[in-house]
């Protein structure tokens, strides 16, 4: 069981907007930024938001971050069959005194 | 171009050790806090252990805290994790990351494509 709980799958047809979710606590995402990694099959994960919404050099402007209170989203607009991929949160915890994810959410394209 | 070279990668007898090490270039390793994270095939990410630039700063996981130990030597440009007693809950991809900062962060902005490590009798 992850730390950070994430809907297991998200689905949306192209040009949609899809949001993921993020649950935490205050030891996690309610004291400490929120980053987001997006990993297609057989590769490693790769940073997509950092900062709760910073976007790193490269990344779509259709790829957005929010968080509120202990919670955290991904939002993908205007879908595309590239974003079909599997999205992870991650922040550091105070209590476990490390870095925590959240399972995974994999995004399907319709 | 950051680049992440795992290696050390194979199959393991339950209670055995194996050290997995990475070989880092495309950037000043010596500035950079480096971390490894795991995955279980098809599943989720764990975080192992974290180190500062420095070596002044080590942290690990509770799931490995006493047997696992991680180590860098910044001249060799090199990361090292020394795994001990290790179970079948062990296995899974070992990635080396970077961090962003010298010191432990959240940021992990790059990573090695992984090797895997496998328990079993």
Not at chain 1, 49 to 77: C, E
Not at chain 2, 14 to 41: E, I
């Amino acid at each position: 069981q992850s730390v950070l709980i994430q809907p297991p799958s998200a689905s949306g047809t192209p040009g949609q907007r899809v949001t993921i979710s993020c649950s935490g606590s205050t030891s996690n995402i309610g004291g400490n930024i929120v980053n987001w990694y997006q990993q297609f099959p057989g590769m490693a994960p790769k940073l997509l938001i950092f900062s709760n919404h910073q976007r790193p050099s490269g990344v779509p402007d259709r790829f957005s971050g929010s968080k509120s209170g202990t919670s955290a989203s991904l939002a993908i607009s205007g879908l595309q069959s590239d974003d079909e991929s599997v999205y992870f949160c991650s922040t550091w915890d105070d209590n476990l005194h490390g870095l925590v994810f959240g399972g995974g959410t994999k995004v399907t394209v319709l | 171009e950051v680049q992440l070279v795992e290696s050390g990668g194979g199959l393991v007898q339950p209670g055995r050790s194996l050290r997995v090490s990475c070989a880092a270039s495309g950037f000043t390793f010596g500035d950079y806090a480096m971390h490894w994270v795991r995955q279980t095939p098809g599943k989720g990410l764990e975080w192992v252990s974290g180190i500062s630039w420095k070596s002044d700063n080590i942290v690990y996981a509770d799931s490995v805290k006493g047997r696992f130990t991680m180590s860098r030597d910044n001249a060799r440009r090199s990361l090292y994790l020394e795994m001990t007693n290790l179970g079948p809950d062990d296995t899974a991809f070992y990635f080396c990351v970077k961090d962003t900062g010298q010191q432990l962060t959240n940021y992990l902005d790059s990573w090695g494509q992984g090797t895997l490590v496998t328990v079993s009798p």
